[in-house]
């Protein structure tokens, strides 16, 4: 199984910015998308952004145009760059991963690999 470590959560005000980081380790050779779930208080999990293992990215439509998701192979490591925070970003956000072949519509499944969570608070 992979491991996932997620890093750079922490409180920010409504129009800032933060920039999440995932680093992974333990995965077999398969390839595998990479992705960001979120999980607001009183809400359900949501997915946020994906990258497939050829490089597709994807991000929901509550992100697009404020959130971009990226991952360097080299680092074994994942990105989410997030500007334009809104009140509705709170939420605690992990990282997932899954076999590119279970990633359907680019998207890991729930039931694939998760990190622990980083907590993110936005303000205003």
């Known amino acids: 199984q992979v491991r996932l470590v997620e890093s750079g959560g922490g409180s920010a005000q409504a129009g800032g910015s933060l920039r999440l980081t995932c680093r992974a380790s333990g995965g077999s050779d398969d390839s595998y998308c990479m992705g960001w779930y979120r999980k607001g208080p009183g809400k359900e999990s949501e997915r946020v952004a994906s990258?497939?293992?050829?490089?597709?990215?994807h991000h929901v439509d509550a992100v697009k145009g404020r959130f971009t998701v990226s991952k360097d192979d080299a680092k074994n490591t994942l990105y989410l760059q997030m500007d334009s925070l809104k009140l509705e970003d709170t939420g605690t956000y992990y990282c997932?991963?899954?076999?590119?072949?279970?990633?359907?519509?680019?998207?890991?499944?729930?039931?694939?690999?998760w990190g622990q969570g980083t907590q993110v608070t936005v303000s205003s």
């Open positions: 997932v991963a899954d076999k590119q072949r279970f990633c359907a519509g680019g998207y890991p499944s729930p039931r694939g690999s």
């Open positions: 990258v497939e293992s050829d490089g597709t990215a």
